[in-house]
């Protein structure tokens, strides 16, 4: 069995997380941190995430955060309509090049390749 949700963030929609960030409500931050910890709570039972940047993912996060704090209104809102899901962290299987991670698409043959 998984262990249980530490956070009711991990329950809502993509949607209404970035409408929440967007109104201020909650921080990019916040919701990075708590899908980190359910990673870690969670992999080594699932074995799902095969390699991470979570150091990376929380200083993104706090940039965004602090780019929210200059922007009001208008220009806010225009960059949410750039970037529908800013601040909303996910995830990509390694068939994806994401630089500096495995890149292996799944073949053994390519286990010590990295996305450059």
Request: aromatic content about 6%; overall charge positive; proline content about 4%.
């Amino acid at each position: 069995a998984l262990p249980q949700l530490k956070s009711p963030l991990l329950l809502d929609p993509a949607t209404d997380l970035v409408a929440k960030i967007e109104a201020g409500k909650l921080s990019s931050e916040q919701i990075v941190t708590a899908f980190i910890q359910r990673i870690k709570d969670v992999n080594s039972i699932l074995n799902c995430v095969v390699d991470n940047r979570f150091g990376e993912a929380i200083s993104e996060a706090k940039q965004i955060d602090q780019l929210l704090k200059t922007l009001t209104g208008a220009k806010r809102k225009q960059l949410f309509q750039q970037k529908p899901f800013l601040g909303v962290p996910f995830t990509t299987k390694d068939c994806i090049a994401v630089f500096g991670l495995s890149w292996t698409a799944g073949l053994l043959a390519r286990k010590a390749a990295k996305a450059n």
